[in-house]
Structure formats: C-alpha cells, structure tokens
C-alpha cells in the first residue's frame, strides 16, 4: 500500500476580493506543513491514526484555522471545542463535545478513544482527559483577535436584521485529516470551534460518529466540515460508507453525491475522504475549502478555491 493522507481547514465562502496574495499564500504554506507533519508519521511506518492525530494537532496550532488555538466564539464569548477521531481497523471512535481546557482537542479526543468511552462532554469529560494526563491551556491561549472581531461583527448583524438571514457559508471552519497507511488502514479526525456565534451549548457534526467523522476499513474515513446541522441530520460519514456498501460506489460517486445532495438543502461545506485502496476524495459545495493532500512521494498538493491543487 502507497500511505497517503488528505486534510482540510474549513470550507466556506472565501471570497477571493477579500484575499490577498500574502494571505492566500499563508494557507497555502499552512496546509503544506501540516501535511508534513502526517505524511512524517506515515513515513516512518506509523498507523493512519497516529498520522491524522498528527496531522489535526498542527492544524489546531495554527491560528488560521477554526480549531484549538484560533477557534470561533459562541455567541456569548465563549470557546466550546469539539473533536472526534475514529480508527477504521475496528471502527473504535473517541469524541468530545463543547469543552475547553485541553490544549488539543484531538488529543482530548483520541484519549477517549483509548478508554471504553465513545463520546464525553461537560465536567465530567474534563476531569476524565485530567486523569489521563492529556495537557490543557489557559483559556487566554484560544483567543485571538480576528476570531473575537469576527464574533463582534455576526452580533452586529443580528441586531441591525430582523430576519434571520444567517449565511451559514460565511462561518465556516472546522479542521480535519483522513489517512490510508502502508497496511491499508484508514482512519478519520475532525476538531472545531464550530460557528462563530453559535448558541452556548451548541454541538455540531464534527463529534458526532457517523456525521463529521467517520472510518471503517470496509468503506471509506470522512472528515467533514460546513453547515452542521445538515450533516447530522443525513449521518453524511456513514451515509457515504453506506453507499459504497449497499451501491458499490467509488469513494469518488458516493462522497461527490452525497456533498450535491446536502448543497441542495442548504448544507453548505464539504469534506475529505480515503478509501483502503489510497483512494481520495474532496469534495464541497461551497465557493472552496482549504485542503490538501500528501502521498508517499511526500509532495504536498494544496487547495483554497475551485481549481487544480497546487504542487509543492
Ligand atoms: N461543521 C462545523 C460545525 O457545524 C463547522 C464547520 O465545519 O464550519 O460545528
């Protein structure tokens, strides 16, 4: 098997009249480093788990993305991360919803996935990724600017419209990693802030098994982002699988259908998916998503719009 990994940072409207060159560049040299990161792990021999671990924990550090360090508020000012991974060997799945605390959610996540847990929130998950030795952060070190004017601005908006005319397209982000290593595994990590604004106590697709994650040896890994109501609503990761299985669709048909069928109600995003066979996919139907991928020639090819991936 050829190890190859895909990853993405969000997907959303990106209107290229309000990106520089400096700007575009600064994705484009983000989402090469944190394929490097993973595609390093595959290449010393390392599992599709450990790779997209690695793979989401750089795209946590880098505050472009909405994930740890640079995630979205809520509407109240507040950080409520979620993550999820799932390991396609065995279909086990580790998530937490609406926490703060843990430098990586992935980490917080993937310790979860170690324990007889499936999915943990509130203080009880804190107290469980404390016991577990996994690493936590000032609140401070989420913050940023950008995110807190951003929140400003969708506040404002509110208020001046009386209507909801919330255009879910343009609060995009989310992070995740989908990876096939050298023994044809697969595996699926997904970590958010969520949308910016969103109400307190608001979880989206990213923890949920079977909607923004998903992996299973058999089928396909999916890491989702956009609009996450909807894909929840049509369990998108497992409906994709689903399709390979019962339809015997390519990765390629079931994740292309699948994404058209959400853009039609509404849903707004995309995602990225493998296949055991080192297939991949990356779909979405907004105007683009960061993303990337990476195979065993360890050239990065990366992507923001509705174009040719650029090399290296
Ligand atoms: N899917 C994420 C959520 O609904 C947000 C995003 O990917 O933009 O929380």
């Not at 703060?100 to 980490?107: A, E, N, S």
């Not at 909807?230 to 994709?240: K, L, N, S, T």
């Amino acid at each position: 098997m050829t190890p190859i990994l895909a990853i993405h940072g969000g997907a959303g409207t990106m209107r290229r009249e309000s990106m520089t060159p400096e700007r575009e560049a600064a994705f484009h040299a983000a989402l090469r480093t944190c394929l490097e990161a993973g595609h390093k792990v595959l290449a010393e021999g390392g599992s599709a788990v450990d790779a997209v671990t690695r793979a989401v924990m750089a795209l946590e550090d880098d505050p472009l993305f909405n994930a740890g360090h640079g995630a979205v508020y809520t509407s109240d000012g507040a950080h409520e991360l979620d993550a999820a991974i799932m390991d396609g060997r065995d279909r086990n799945a580790g998530a937490v919803a609406g926490i703060l605390g843990p430098r990586h959610p992935i980490l917080a996540a993937r310790a979860v996935l170690d324990s007889e847990h499936v999915m943990l929130h509130g203080p009880g998950a804190l107290a469980f990724l404390r016991a577990h030795g996994v690493e936590f952060a000032p609140a401070a070190y989420f913050h940023t600017d950008t995110r807190w004017t951003a929140l400003q601005a969708e506040l404002e908006r509110r208020r001046q419209t009386a209507l909801d005319t919330r255009d879910d397209a343009a609060k995009h982000g989310t992070v995740g990693a989908v990876a096939c290593d050298a023994n044809g595994n697969i595996a699926a990590a997904t970590s958010t802030g969520g949308m910016t604004g969103k109400a307190p106590g608001r979880i989206g697709d990213c923890p949920v098994i079977g909607a923004g994650t998903y992996a299973d040896n058999a089928t396909c890994a999916i890491s989702a982002t956009g609009a996450g109501e909807y894909f929840i609503r049509h369990a998108a990761g497992h409906e994709i699988a689903s399709r390979m299985r019962y339809l015997g669709e390519s990765l390629e048909q079931a994740s292309s259908i699948v994404v058209a069928q959400l853009g039609e109600i509404g849903g707004s995003g995309g995602l990225v998916a493998v296949d055991a066979q080192g297939n991949v996919a990356l779909p979405f139907n907004s105007a683009g998503m960061y993303r990337g991928t990476i195979g065993a020639d360890g050239v990065a090819h990366t992507g923001i719009y509705r174009e040719a991936l650029r090399v290296g």
